[in-house]
């Protein structure tokens, strides 16, 4: 158990739906990342907050979006959804900001009908 | 473009024969090559975090080394329970982001 934890574990929806994904990262760290993880794309970054703050972003649709709350959990919102976006989310946390071990949580399976 | 390049894609091997899995990096400033472990429809576990060349870690049956252009994942007389996905990942600061960088991974099956 990474002390990452991310809900629903799994949701199903359909298309040009909405929803909203969270993640409590282990106590005390102030980074919190996203990733999606498909079949045919591997591990993407998609975006990273430290401490409420957005820090980097990586290949996220303008479709997503993300924010990092004053209790440092976090919630990703995908909205507009398409077949192509159902992968699994995985949430990771670190301390600090600095280049160092990522501790995933156990994913959000999202299937899109 | 800052690459990680795992091979090989998918190893089989019997139960206490041992190999080694290969991370092949290119990024303009490493900081820090990792690896995990990822079980089906699990999250990625924390393996091991190699920063220098010459560095080598060492967890259970698992030995990590690095040089300036590659890292080796070593399993030693592999058990069934080792079966998994390798994952390995470099932090690359050298762009506008600094993002951690995944290879596709290294699908290892262990038979008893």
Do not use: M
Request: glycine letters at 8%.
């Amino acid at each position: 158990d990474s002390g990452v934890t991310q809900t629903p574990k799994h949701l199903i929806t359909a298309t040009g739906q909405r929803v909203t994904l969270r993640c409590s990262p282990r106590s005390g760290d102030l980074s919190v990342y996203w990733y999606q993880q498909s079949l045919d794309q591997g591990l993407q970054f998609l975006i990273q907050y430290y401490n409420g703050e957005e820090r980097a972003k990586g290949n996220i649709l303008e479709r997503f979006s993300a924010q990092q709350f004053p209790d440092l959990h976090s919630e990703l919102n995908l909205s507009s959804l398409e077949l192509g976006d159902s992968a699994l989310y995985f949430c990771a946390s670190s301390p600090r900001l600095a280049a160092e071990t990522q501790y995933f949580g156990p994913g959000t399976r999202l299937l899109v009908l | 473009e800052d690459q990680v390049t795992q091979s090989p894609e998918a190893l089989r091997l019997q139960e206490g024969e041992s190999s080694s899995l290969n991370c092949s990096y290119t990024v303009s400033g490493l900081r820090g090559l990792f690896w995990y472990r990822q079980d089906p429809g699990k999250g990625p576990e924390f393996l091991f975090t190699l920063y220098s060349a010459g560095e080598e870690k060492e967890k259970e049956r698992l030995k990590a080394t690095l040089t300036k252009k590659e890292s080796f994942l070593h399993i030693t007389a592999p058990k069934p329970e080792d079966s998994a996905t390798y994952l390995c990942a470099v932090y690359d600061y050298g762009g506008a982001t600094n993002k951690l960088i995944f290879g596709t991974g290294t699908l290892l099956a262990v038979q008893p």
